[in-house]
């Protein structure tokens, strides 16, 4: 083995104005380089939550506009539902009334029912418009 070898003390380090003012500025630079590394990280470690929360709150936005649309599509569907539905109501009602009348509810009977007063006779019509057909066509 071998000995380790001994710095050379031959060389000394001048201690002058010079040499002191570029160690402190290589010290100086050496500490702004590292204070530019540490906020170029905070920078980029902001940068990328800023863009998570961008993400983030996108996909959110786009979840609430899809069920919204959702929405909307069932609302005009049960619109409708309702306006048919108040449309019966409303087609019901004047069948109520209309029945309510003795008129109208004898007219219905003599006619869904063949119900004829004493003494009249009721003719069945067939119901084709009127139109008969001829049974011997003229030439």
Request: net charge positive.
């Amino acid at each position: 083995m071998q000995a380790p070898k001994k710095p050379n003390t031959k060389v000394t380090s001048l201690n002058n104005d010079f040499v002191i003012e570029s160690q402190q500025q290589a010290v100086v630079a050496k500490q702004q380089r590292s204070t530019r590394l540490v906020h170029r990280r905070r920078l980029l470690a902001i940068f990328a939550i800023f863009i998570l929360c961008l993400i983030f709150f996108g996909v959110q936005i786009m979840r609430a506009q899809n069920t919204n649309r959702q929405l909307q599509a069932q609302v005009t569907q049960q619109q409708k539902a309702l306006r048919e539905v108040q449309s019966t109501k409303q087609n019901l009602k004047v069948q109520v009334d209309q029945l309510h009348d003795d008129d109208y509810l004898n007219k219905l009977i003599r006619y869904k029912y063949d119900y004829s007063k004493n003494g009249e006779i009721i003719f069945s019509l067939p119901e084709n418009g009127g139109i008969t057909k001829d049974a011997n066509p003229k030439n």
